[in-house]
């Protein structure tokens, strides 16, 4: 054990020293297999490690702009128009497509959860794809933020979807959005039926979503969680 720690781990000592042709030859296998092991963790678990704090710090804008979907809305809505939220959404669409991107190289991304539904990635992001839902479907036309905006975002999403573990047994549609204050906040929306319609439409889009939040271990009551209903602004 001696002899094999210091030869996997460093390499070697000269106290102890293999005398025979084979035990020979596999020393320097077994330097080279502890090099490339160490390397091979270093290399790897730095970057996971950095890429789960930014899926945190994602997460932790998203709550932020207003937790749940009909915050995110009117926390954005300024006077007539949604030109401060429609930038957020820009720069936030850069940062997900980035951590969309180190999925592949890095699956184990999907495993790291955590035990607070605001910086849990799955949970906000299931609210922002509902904001982005209701700005779509809800909001009318004439106010609305640009498609340049919200279809870059959707389909960034509908990517993270593609690449995240499927979760298991039927999951049920989550109930739609509330309209409530979006209408308190005086944004002008489209008629009520219309907007029932068309969420009916991306109904297996929101199961998926379902589903990512129910693999980090949350429901859907806490993607609907939102700061003031908690007291945290």
């Known amino acids: 054990m001696y002899f094999a720690g210091y030869t996997l781990f460093t390499l070697g000592v000269g106290d102890v020293i293999p005398t025979r042709g084979a035990q020979r030859l596999l020393t320097p296998v077994a330097t080279l297999h502890g090099l490339f092991t160490i390397t091979l ?35 954005g809505w300024r006077s007539d128009r ?66 340049s905006v919200l279809v870059p975002l959707r389909r960034i999403i509908d990517e993270l979807l593609r690449g995240a573990p499927r979760a298991r047994g039927e999951l049920t549609e989550p109930p739609l959005p509330s309209l409530r204050p979006l209408v308190d906040a005086g944004i002008p929306l489209a008629p009520a039926t219309e907007v029932r319609r068309r969420f009916s439409d991306c109904a297996g889009h929101r199961r998926e979503l379902a589903g990512l939040v129910a693999d980090a271990g949350y429901c859907w009551a806490d993607v609907q969680a939102a700061p003031d209903a908690e007291g945290d602004g």
């Open 82 to 147: 949604f030109t401060v939220l429609a930038q957020q959404l820009l720069a936030l669409t850069d940062d997900l497509l980035t951590t969309v991107e180190r999925h592949p190289t890095y699956p184990v991304l999907h495993y790291f959860v955590t035990d607070d539904a605001r910086s849990s990635f799955s949970a906000r992001v299931a609210a922002l794809d509902d904001a982005v839902s209701l700005m779509t479907y809800a909001v009318a036309a004439e106010v609305r933020p640009s498609s």
């Open 41 to 75: 963790a270093i290399t790897y678990l730095l970057p996971v490690m950095s890429a789960a704090v930014e899926r945190r710090r994602q997460a932790a804008t998203i709550w932020a702009m207003g937790g749940d979907a009909p915050g995110i809305v009117c926390q």
